[in-house]
C-alpha cells in the first residue's frame, strides 16, 4: 500500500529534550515535507526536500533541523524543543514533475511541557 | 505570503452549492486544494497548474485564474461526506519548487 508513515504518533517531552520524528514513503517520490498545523493557523511548512542531500527553509523552520540522506526517509529533528512547538506535525511527500499533489501522513501530535 | 481564504466557515444542507476562494498576492505556479477531516491527514483533491492543466478528483471542480492569481473551488449538489476543512494551498514554483504555502482553511458544514 502506497503510504507515508510517521512516527511517532503522539509524543509527550520536556523543554530541552532531544527529539527526533521519522517519516518515511514508500511511493519514490523526489519531494518530502514537514508541516506544522495550529488551531487558526493552516498548515505551515517548516522545511523541504526536492531530493536526497537536497532541503531548503519553509516558512517557520526556526527551532526545526531535517536531514535527507535517502529518498525515502525524512527526519525531522528538534534539538531543544521548547513549548511554543507543541504541534501536530504532517510529513508529506511528492513527485516531481508538474504535478506534485502532496500525500500527507498520519501526523504527530507533540506536546513539549 | 500566506494565501487568503474565504469564507471562513459554511453551513450547508446536503444537496446546496458552495464556492470557496483563495486569492495570492504572488504569481502563482499552481493551486492545490485539500480537504481534511476531524483528526485525519489532509487529502488532495485536486491540482491547477498555470497554463490550464487540471489534475484532480472527478466530482469536484475548480477554476484558476492566472492573471488575478485567484483559485475557487466548486462543490456542487453536497453530500455530507463532503464536511471537513478545505484547504488551498499555493506555488510559486521557479527556484520555490516544493514549497506550498497553505491558507487557514474554510470549514464545510453540512447538514442533513
Known amino acids: 500500500e502506497a503510504q507515508v508513515t510517521q512516527n511517532p504518533r503522539y509524543l509527550i517531552t520536556v523543554t530541552g529534550k532531544k527529539l527526533t520524528v521519522t517519516c518515511s514513503q514508500n511511493?519514490?517520490?523526489?519531494?518530502m515535507s514537514w508541516y506544522r498545523q495550529d488551531p487558526g493557523l493552516g498548515l505551515r511548512q517548516i522545511y523541504y526536500?526536492?531530493?536526497?542531500?537536497?532541503?531548503d527553509k519553509g516558512d517557520v523552520p526556526e527551532g526545526y533541523k531535517v536531514s535527507r540522506k535517502e529518498k525515502r526517509n525524512f527526519p525531522l529533528i528538534l534539538e531543544s524543543p521548547s513549548p511554543n512547538q507543541t504541534s501536530l506535525y504532517f510529513c508529506?511527500?511528492?513527485?516531481?514533475?508538474?504535478?506534485?499533489?502532496?500525500?500527507f501522513g498520519p501526523g504527530t501530535r507533540l506536546t513539549v511541557l | 505570503q500566506q494565501p487568503v481564504q474565504s469564507p471562513q466557515a459554511v453551513i450547508l444542507r446536503e444537496g446546496e452549492d458552495a464556492v470557496i476562494n483563495c486569492s495570492s498576492s504572488?504569481?502563482?505556479?499552481?493551486v492545490h486544494w485539500y480537504r481534511q477531516k476531524h483528526g485525519e491527514a489532509p487529502v488532495f483533491l485536486m491540482i491547477?497548474?498555470?497554463?490550464?492543466e487540471q489534475k484532480g478528483h472527478e466530482k469536484i471542480s475548480a477554476s484558476f485564474n492566472e492573471k488575478k492569481q485567484q483559485s475557487s473551488l466548486y462543490l456542487t449538489a453536497s453530500q455530507l461526506s463532503y464536511s471537513g476543512t478545505y484547504f488551498c494551498?499555493?506555488?510559486?514554483?521557479?527556484?520555490?519548487?516544493?514549497?506550498?504555502?497553505f491558507g487557514k482553511g474554510t470549514k464545510l458544514s453540512v447538514k442533513p
Open positions: 508529506a511527500s511528492s513527485p516531481a514533475g508538474r504535478v506534485r499533489a502532496q500525500y
Open positions: 511511493m519514490n517520490h523526489e519531494y
Open positions: 526536500s526536492m531530493n536526497v542531500e537536497v532541503t
Open positions: 504572488k504569481a502563482l505556479y499552481s
Open positions: 491547477l497548474l498555470k497554463g490550464g
Open positions: 494551498g499555493t506555488e510559486i514554483g521557479g527556484g520555490s519548487q516544493g514549497n506550498l504555502i
